[in-house]
């Protein structure tokens, strides 16, 4: 018998609001198993919530107050999905997910729970890739270039305002119109340094220019980024996105775990990192529409934090990549405590909803669980009274069905998941790390010719044709000079000649030296001895002019 004709046999004894939502949850084609239906505080396990694999890319909301099972209803679909070959991207903000790898514990309440809700449970480990950002924390170092994350991400990682945005957009601009790769934050600092420098400040004449006030506040940001050791985020190798939609082996997903509790103080980083993954995803894969199951699921735990002071061009970014990277076969789902922590924009595009209890402590509280009430469907249930009861594990579904139309609000009890339900031990997770094909590829920097050396390239070229024209300047006044001290010495000597007697043996013997002078001062050792003279000064004149001290002796 099917699942969907159990459902049908078993819910003809259940009143008529139950009978509607176990209808709504009959799936004919492949599915994840939520939990059981719980109605009027009983648990119904012979009332499966569903949700239809084929609708995971339609993006969905795991929301709920600390402490109610969010991370478990992560785990939960994490491993169903990838029990069904769906690759799978899990972002570890406590270090509490790599669990996931190794097999669960069995005991009374993992026993309790799978009687409840009509689970067979089995303690099972999943395939899993661990990275960690720029290797801070257990994981293959994963990587991302100055360039391909872009101005507007980057703008919200420095905590740019609007007009510092798009100055940092022409400063992109400039570097790929000039070949100026922008690999590393020290790439960067030199383009805009050189931008706002006596020699590049032409160079964006036309197309606006860059204010000095502006470039300082961007350099001070990258400073202070670095500061923070963000600088081993950007680099290469940068990482290759497509490996997150490998299956293992045997055919099961493979579950790409990024472990952050190392990093989870830097969280506007760490949020849009991960948005630049899926800005990544959505650049390379083709266009595919509707699939019996997705390429990927994408977890976006803490979400809240993308969104905290994001600039209006951020908000569009990712309102676009949501909407539209579910023809390209992706599902995301966002993790935080109340849907009133994602844009209205967005939410509208999460049409698999996992609700777990919300508090009302406070009248923010109340104002936040009445929000959250009213972005959910018409519902037989006391929406605003059962949020604050529901249990541990316990959370309000509605999903897309397999039509796509919105399934009925159920109150569920959630399966307990088959993985360990905690961090993998570190030994474990070392070892599978340094294990990994990818670890070879990923875990040591290169550091090749970018901007920074190119124009560093180009400054010293600069300063080296500086020098030799500042000496041959001098070399040439040196020469003068000494001619002309020449010259007047002879005009001197010839004054003197003629005031000694006109044309007797004194004027003579002085038109003689004279004669002498001027052989010598035409002859090529004069001008050899000038030149050396001149090239020396020069030389003093440059270490003046660049700074270098004068030697001792």
Known sequence: MSDSESTAENAGVLPEPAREIAAGYAVSGAALDLGALLWDGICLPDVQIRIPLAMLNRHGLVAGATGTGKTKTLQLIAEQLSANG???????????VSGIAAPGTPGERVAERAGQVGQEWRAEGFPCEFYALGGIGPGIPLRATVTSFGPVLLSKVLELNQTQEQSLGLIFHYADAKGLELVDLKDLRAVVAFLVSDTGKAELKGIGGLSTATAGVILRSITAFEQQGAGDFFGEPEFDTAELLRQAPDGRGLVSVLELAAVQDKPQLFSTFLMWLLADLFHDLPEVGDLDRPKLVFFFDEAHLLFDGASKAFLESITRTVRLIRSKGIGIFFVTQTPRDVPAEVLAQLGNRVQHALRAFTPDDAKALRST???????????????????????????????????????????????????CPAAELDAAVKGSPLYGSYAQAVDRESAYEKLSAGQEAERRAAEAETAATAARAAEAADRAAVEEAVRGERVRGRAGGGGGAGGKAAEEDASLVEQVVRSGMFRSLARSVGTQLGREISRSLFGTARRRR
């Open 86 to 96: 769906v690759p799978v991207f899990l972002a570890d903000i406590k270090g509490d």
């Open 373 to 423: 009430v009213k972005t959910f469907p018409n519902s037989p249930y006391d929406l605003e009274e059962l949020l604050t009861r529901l249990g541990i594990g316990e959370a309000v579904i509605t999903v897309l069905s397999e039509n796509g139309a919105p399934t009925p609000v159920a109150a569920t009890r959630l399966r307990a998941p088959r993985s360990l339900m905690g961090p």
